[in-house]
């Protein structure tokens, strides 16, 4: 992982372990990348912990050793941090440092509370009580500017990719394969369909870290162009398998504002910045937050192979517990939305131990088109009910062509607890999770209704204790 390089082969100790999961950002780094049309620069705060140290060829780079004013040796990000007492032990310093220099890059003037709180959720700190935090991070916007020149960094990204350009081609087997195309995947998938692909890795890292798991090959895919961009047309949306979640989610939420709340709690903003909507999909975790609500919104995949292209259902995707309908050497490669249709009743809830940065034990994303008060079509998704993403088609088939009322919801509850089996684990009971999920619908009427749930809404509801 790049932490161990950092640490142990540039002896820069600033960027500290601590979880080893992506969870404390410790190890919080800025990583500097050219957009995929590669007309400009990103900078994304990422945890270096879980990412691999081959992502980051041709990227920049920075940790809490590169920051400094140029008079005092401290940036305004770091003197913030000083003057409001930001820092007790100091151990979870730098990485709050990394995560606010890019927020600093990334934004001219003080943002709002709300978006420092997002750029800060995958920080912990258990000495400062943050509110210091918070204070060091409006405060760094008041003294003179100090950012980086984004136009000399795109020309230091572009003079980087030239040199890897002109150095010899690649091996004919490679353990860390680095492919420009689709092509190219499909043909190292083709000879060995076992080596295993990579692309945010925020999950694989995991494998790494704490399974102390290897691989013999490994395929990365952050520098195949094709797989990161994203196209809007009166088709709908068509999103790459490798757009990092920190891109796709705002730009989803613009049509679809219902879901600005559940993609906010979709783990925090450096997991959101390398963790990308295919690998959420091929993944095929049962709690995998972004399936219900594709699910929901009734996308469909496109999968390359060497001998074309196919498209295929969502639905259809999943076949048992992280088993995919992906057939050998194949790989998939964008995510089709369909465009908004009218009068859509959209509604998705997490439920989860903790409201942020948290695995779901539930996850519910219902979508209902309706006429003169009827439902013609409904779609109602789940996560955390079965052992992988799915939908309640007996649900569905009680809500249609019915007035979405009371009567029709307890039937479709009924429905649903006859329908899945989940499982007993550490996140919830079997029970726990039936009931929430009957409960969750039961909300999606309420607020269908106008009463939206508040601490004093009474609702005719089993209580899941």
Avoid at 73 to 78: D, M, S, Y
Avoid at 350 to 370: F, P, W
Wanted: hydrophobic content about 40%.
């Amino acid at each position: 992982m790049l932490l161990g390089h950092l640490r142990d082969e540039r002896r820069l100790r600033g960027t500290k372990e601590g979880c080893a999961e992506g969870d404390c950002g410790a190890c919080m780094v800025v990583i500097a990348e050219l957009t995929s049309d590669e007309t400009s620069v990103v900078y994304r705060a990422v945890n270096s912990c879980i990412l691999p140290l081959p992502a980051i060829t041709n990227r920049l780079v920075l940790t809490v050793e590169d920051l400094d004013d140029g008079e005092n040796g401290l940036h305004p990000v770091q003197k913030a941090l000083v003057e409001c007492h930001g820092s007790q032990c100091g151990f979870c310093t730098p990485g709050f440092v990394m995560s606010l220099y890019a927020l600093y890059l990334n934004h001219d003037v003080y943002p709002g509370r709300p978006s420092v709180n997002e750029a800060l959720s995958g920080n912990l700190c258990r000495c400062t009580g943050y509110l210091p935090i918070f204070e060091a991070a409006e405060r760094m916007y008041a003294y003179p500017r100090c950012a980086r020149d984004p136009e000399v960094d795109a020309a230091r990204l572009r003079d980087m990719q030239q040199k890897t350009a002109v150095q010899k081609p690649q091996a004919a087997y490679d353990a860390a394969a680095q492919p420009k195309t689709i092509a190219e995947v499909c043909k190292i998938l083709s000879k060995d369909n076992d080596a295993r692909i990579v692309a945010g890795a925020t999950d694989l890292g995991l494998e790494a870290t704490k399974d102390l798991k290897s691989w013999s090959r490994t395929i990365h895919l952050d520098d195949v162009r094709e797989l990161q961009q994203i196209t809007q047309t009166a088709q709908g949306l068509s999103i790459g398998a490798s757009c990092v979640l920190s891109e796709v989610f705002p730009l989803m939420a613009k049509t679809y504002p219902e879901l600005s709340d559940y993609f906010y709690r979709f783990a925090s903003l450096s997991i959101r910045n390398r963790a990308t909507l295919g690998g959420n999909i091929a993944n095929g975790s049962p709690i995998g937050d972004s399936m219900p609500v594709l699910l929901a919104l009734d996308a469909d995949l496109e999968i390359a192979r060497t001998a074309g292209r196919r498209v295929m259902a969502l639905s259809d995707f999943y076949l048992g517990y992280r088993k995919l309908a992906l057939k050998p050497a194949e790989l998939l490669t964008r995510i089709l939305v369909p465009p908004r249709p009218e009068d859509l009743f959209l509604r998705a809830y997490k439920i989860s131990k903790r409201r942020e940065d948290d695995i779901s034990a539930v996850a519910m994303v219902i979508a209902l088109t309706l006429k003169d008060g009827i439902v013609e079509s409904a779609r109602v998704a789940f996560g955390g009910l079965a052992e992988m993403p799915r939908r309640a088609k007996g649900a569905e088939t009680i809500l249609e062509g019915h007035a979405f009322g009371r009567e029709t919801v307890n039937e479709a509850v009924a429905s649903i607890e006859r329908e899945f089996s989940p499982i007993s684990d550490h996140r919830a009971s079997a029970s726990y999770r039936l009931r929430v999920a009957g409960n969750l619908l039961r909300r999606a009427l309420a607020e269908f209704e106008g009463n939206p749930i508040t601490q004093t809404t009474q609702l005719n509801c089993e209580v899941a204790l």
